[in-house]
T-cell receptor, first 112, second 114 residues
């Protein structure tokens, strides 16, 4: 069964606005990662948050993790047209690091 | 060099053909992965190689046959595929398949089975 579930599935915003995407998962994890995929191409790693961390920042990205609710959020601040992509969360079942399970993804459109 | 390369970029094959997808990395990674991704869906793990040994096979049909000739190369041999196998096939690598590792993805091979 799928570990991660993203919400919303699609999101359209104007340039300069913030975009928030959420991810829920079902079992215990070692870490949760976020990846970006530009239209039908390979995935690019954005950020990893460990199960004992609650918040992490990287540039315009802010990720939170709530292990009690089994959920994470990705916030992109001051969005740009170049942020248009699909965003996936990925989790590894605790103790089974190789087995990534990706959520269904959020398709973000940033309009100029 | 943090690049994973995949060839070919596009592949069209008939159901009776035999073809191979290739993946290469020179980051010294010891774990390599094959994923299948259908349109507007997330990648789904197919196989994992760790130190050139197959460590995970996610119940993939035998018409897909992975091969890891050395630590830098990963192949996916295709035979007697079905139209529903048309998808983007992604290769990835990571340090050695342990926990809390980032996976580095190639650009993918877009496969169409006629």
């Amino acid at each position: 069964s799928q570990q991660g579930e993203e919400d919303p599935q699609a999101l359209s915003i104007q340039e300069g606005e913030n975009a928030t995407m959420n991810c829920s998962y079902k079992t215990s994890i070692n870490n949760l990662q976020w990846y970006r995929q530009n239209s039908g191409r390979g995935l690019v790693h954005l950020i990893l948050i460990r199960s004992n961390e609650r918040e992490k920042h990287s540039g315009r990205l802010r990720v939170t993790l709530d292990t009690s609710k089994k959920s994470s959020s990705l916030l992109i601040t001051a969005s740009r047209a170049a942020d248009t992509a699909s965003y996936f969360c990925a989790t590894d079942a605790k103790g089974y690091g190789q087995n990534f399970v990706f959520g269904p993804g959020t398709r973000l459109s940033v309009l100029p | 060099d943090t690049e994973v390369t995949q060839t070919p970029k596009h592949l069209v094959m008939g159901m009776t053909n035999k073809k191979s997808l290739k993946c290469e990395q020179h980051m010294g990674h010891r774990a390599m992965y094959w994923y299948k991704q259908k349109a507007k869906k997330p990648p789904e793990l197919m196989f994992v190689y760790s130190y050139e040994k197959l460590s995970i096979n996610e119940s993939v049909p035998s018409r897909f046959s992975p091969e890891c000739p050395n630590s830098s190369l990963l192949n996916l041999h295709l035979h007697a595929l079905q139209p529903e196998d048309s998808a983007l096939y992604l290769c990835a690598s990571s340090q050695d398949g342990g926990i809390q590792e980032t996976q580095y993805f190639g650009p993918g091979t877009r496969l169409l089975v006629l």
